[in-house]
């Protein structure tokens, strides 16, 4: 929506509590520049829509393609956390709907517009299954230790990450948490989850580090005989 008309101007007008006797004069003013004063409304209201903050989640953890965009081809982690617990902690949470109708801003309803900008997207993306914790970007908010359940490590995850990870979840009173490697199993195209084995990723981690020193050394030899 690139501009309003006379009517839609009236309706924002009369929405937000202007003087009537003041309408004729802001009606001019919008004839002889409606783009100028369409710009500044949907300014305001752009305004609006970023006065608040998205954390976004998603109920699964198994979809390949969830790895491939948001945690570097397997080699970043997937956060797990108890819904429940969260929801107590965020009051407001929707779930995300998915759509093939593009957005479009509706003057005559303008806040639930904005609501429905927040959780909108494409059915391109509904195999995200993305729910969507909303809250004021000037507040702070945080979740209670016992929410995060689970730390997933990707296939590719790097093992001194691991360790280094594994380590901190440890040593902070994360109770509830369960450290999980994920491997693809190649014949289903499908992520499956196993307990980390410490005392292996311990070893893993040394060896990296071995071949990472190797990999360091400069060969100079060459240069003694000339």
């Known amino acids: 929506m690139n501009k309003l008309n006379e009517d839609e101007f009236i309706t924002y007008y009369k929405g937000i509590g202007f003087k009537d006797e003041h309408l004729k004069m802001y009606i001019d003013a919008f004839r002889k520049e409606p783009a100028a004063l369409s710009e500044r409304i949907f300014g305001a209201y752009q305004k609006m829509l970023d006065y608040w903050g998205i954390c976004c989640f998603s109920k699964v953890k198994d979809n390949v393609l969830l790895w491939s965009h948001y945690a570097d081809s397997h080699k970043g982690v ?29 003057i005559n309803e303008p806040q639930k517009s904005i609501s429905k900008a927040l959780i909108t997207k494409s059915n391109d993306w509904s195999y995200e299954e993305e729910v969507r914790f909303v809250i004021e970007r000037s507040k702070h908010t945080t979740f209670p230790l016992e929410a995060l359940v689970e730390v997933n ?17 440890i040593n902070l009173p994360y109770i509830n948490c369960n450290l999980l490697q994920a491997t693809v199993n190649e014949k289903k195209y499908q992520v499956e989850f196993g307990k980390v084995n410490l005392g292996e990723v311990i070893q893993k981690a040394n060896e990296e580090m071995e071949v990472r020193r190797f990999e360091l050394e400069v060969d100079l030899s060459d240069l003694l005989n000339r």
Not at 157 to 163: A, P, S, Y
């Open 78 to 106: 997937c956060l797990g956390f108890d819904y429940e617990l969260m929801a107590k902690s965020i009051m407001h949470y929707e779930d995300v709907d998915y759509t093939n109708e593009p957005f479009y801003f509706d």
């Open 153 to 169: 490590f990707g296939s590719r995850c790097e093992f001194r990450d691991i360790l280094t990870f594994s380590k901190l979840i």
